[in-house]
């Protein structure tokens, strides 16, 4: 179907479930364009467990959020318990704003949810011009170096970097937007979701993604998932998961990770995650078309080794083929979201 299309699905099923109409459309929007970019595990399949948390209070549905707190380039946004999406488009044009008129900016988001992909976010500053960071904490899922309990998220972390736009084809034509580069990736040494799928299926996982509920390396799936997941990279990983978990939660007065209840859950407390969002003018330094000239030489270089991908460019080319042919939804997918529609 159409973008347009899964768009409105996604929408009424939201709406149904008691989130405001504004609520409603940027969370769809943002599912439908994870959707599109090939993040699923970001796309329509949250409708089902963003409608639970409406139902059963994790989310309020009539919150807006509100700016509490300015100073210079600085702004903290309140979601107000609501879906997280309506105030991360809020602290994207407070940054941008905030990076033009100071040269660099930092947007805090409080009381927050999850906020899905956070590459779409940063990816729209770098198409403004700006380079930007991003980073999310989530409900416990890891232990702190040296630890065994679960006490920080996965904690995502995406950052985005403009380019400078191709020459136009022909003499006097516009010069054509260059995709900005793009990397998004949490600090997990893998995603929970193959966890899950390897409980389901019976099947090992390799040591060294999990400890068990004794902080015990495990190879057991089911056992995994009542323990821990570890962080990329050991204790390094772990490090820089609990400097987002900082970042985004000790600046603006959000909730930990080990105070979160668990997303895979439909009740449970309101999460008051935290988000932390900087945005840079490059203008503000050595200058755009300096900055610039330096991103397109080292591109050059990645690229003279064969196989080497510009990280965003795949995500940013199945967006444009989604926009153009529509995306595939599975049938209980599909069906599901008929369902929890109006």
């Not at 008691?18 to 364009?33: D, K």
């Not at 948390?53 to 549905?61: I, S």
């Not at 902080?215 to 400097?243: E, S």
Request: aromatic letters at 4%; a neutral charge; charged letters at 15%.
């Amino acid at each position: 179907m159409t973008l347009a299309e899964a768009e409105a699905l996604a929408r009424d099923a939201l709406v149904a479930a008691g989130a405001n109409p504004r609520m409603a459309a940027m969370t769809a929007a943002a599912l439908v364009a994870a959707e599109a970019t090939g993040q699923s595990g970001h796309g329509l399949s949250r409708v089902a467990m963003y409608a639970g948390f409406l139902r059963n209070g994790r989310a309020d549905g009539a919150a807006e959020p509100t700016i509490v707190a300015t100073r210079g380039g600085a702004v903290l946004v309140d979601a107000r318990h609501g879906l997280a999406y309506p105030a991360v488009a809020l602290a994207i044009e407070e940054a941008a704003s905030r990076a033009a008129a100071h040269g660099v900016a930092f947007a805090g988001i409080t009381n927050s949810h999850h906020s899905g992909a956070m590459g779409l976010p940063v990816a729209e500053l770098a198409r403004r011009g700006l380079v930007a960071l991003a980073f999310t904490n989530s409900p416990a899922a890891m232990p702190v170096p040296g630890g065994r309990r679960a006490l920080m998220g996965t904690n995502p972390v995406a950052a985005a970097f403009p380019r400078r736009p191709t020459p136009p084809g022909k003499p006097g034509g516009a010069p054509v937007p260059t995709d900005p580069l793009v990397v998004d990736m949490a600090l997990s040494q893998v995603a929970r979701g193959k966890i899950m799928v390897a409980a389901k299926n019976g099947t090992p996982i390799p040591e060294g993604w999990a400890l068990d509920a004794a902080g015990n390396p495990t190879t057991d799936a089911k056992t995994a998932l009542g323990g821990a997941m570890l962080a990329v990279g050991g204790d390094k990983g772990a490090l820089l998961a609990l400097i987002v978990e900082l970042l985004c939660c000790a600046l603006t007065g959000a909730a930990f990770g080990f105070e979160a209840d668990s997303f895979f859950e439909a009740e449970g407390n309101r999460p008051r995650l935290g988000q932390a969002i900087l945005a840079i003018d490059p203008g503000a330094l050595a200058g755009r078309e300096a900055f610039l000239d330096r991103i397109e030489t080292l591109v050059a270089a990645m690229l003279g080794d064969p196989g080497v991908r510009v990280p965003g460019s795949r995500s940013a080319a199945q967006a444009r083929r989604a926009a153009e042919e529509g995306i595939e939804i599975p049938d209980p997918l599909l069906a599901s979201l008929r369902q929890a529609g109006p």
